[in-house]
């Protein structure tokens, strides 16, 4: 199973998800400009990095394909606590791993709790407790 399929450029909105500079990003501008004489319009979107929070910039022709991340959004339980990160198993196929705590969920994550976690292209990432 491939972690990223293709859309038009052109067919961008704010708050879809695209690949810039290879990290996964969610679109926080789009401008659109009128096709020129000789030339196709251009699409100039801005985004902000999912892991890193760092904001990318891209200009492309309207016709051309962009990568789109698959995000698929996963259970798991706490296992145990050590420090900034956690170990933790999937609720649907029992894989063991480690997590790192993000830091607004520190201090509230304990054995037994159920979080959710993305994984966005190979790389997992707390994202919220869940509530029972």
């Given at each position: 199973?491939?972690?990223?399929?293709?859309?038009?450029?052109?067919?961008?909105?704010?708050?879809?998800?695209?690949?810039?500079?290879?990290?996964?990003?969610?679109?926080?501008?789009?401008?659109?400009?009128?096709?020129?004489?000789?030339?196709?319009?251009?699409?100039?979107?801005?985004?902000?990095?999912?892991?890193?929070?760092?904001?990318?910039?891209?200009?492309?022709?309207?016709?051309?394909?962009?990568?789109?991340?698959?995000?698929?959004?996963?259970?798991?339980?706490?296992?145990?606590?050590?420090?900034?990160?956690c170990n933790v198993m999937d609720s649907?196929?029992?894989?063991?791993?480690d997590l790192e705590i993000p830091q607004?969920?520190?201090?509230?994550?304990?054995?037994?709790?159920?979080?959710?976690?993305?994984?966005?292209?190979?790389?997992?990432?707390?994202?919220?407790?869940?509530?029972?």
């Amino acid at each position: 199973m491939s972690d990223i399929k293709y859309k038009s450029a052109g067919s961008l909105q704010k708050g879809n998800y695209v690949v810039m500079d290879g990290v996964a990003c969610i679109v926080s501008d789009v401008n659109i400009s009128r096709p020129g004489k000789h030339g196709h319009a251009k699409v100039n979107f801005s985004g902000v990095g999912l892991l890193d929070g760092k904001k990318r910039n891209m200009v492309l022709p309207g016709s051309d394909n962009v990568d789109i991340p698959i995000i698929d959004k996963r259970n798991a339980q706490v296992l145990s606590v050590h420090g900034t990160s956690c170990n933790v198993m999937d609720s649907e196929t029992f894989e063991s791993f480690d997590l790192e705590i993000p830091q607004e969920l520190a201090g509230e994550i304990n054995e037994g709790t159920i979080v959710l976690y993305w994984v966005i292209l190979g790389e997992k990432v707390m994202k919220q407790i869940k509530s029972n």
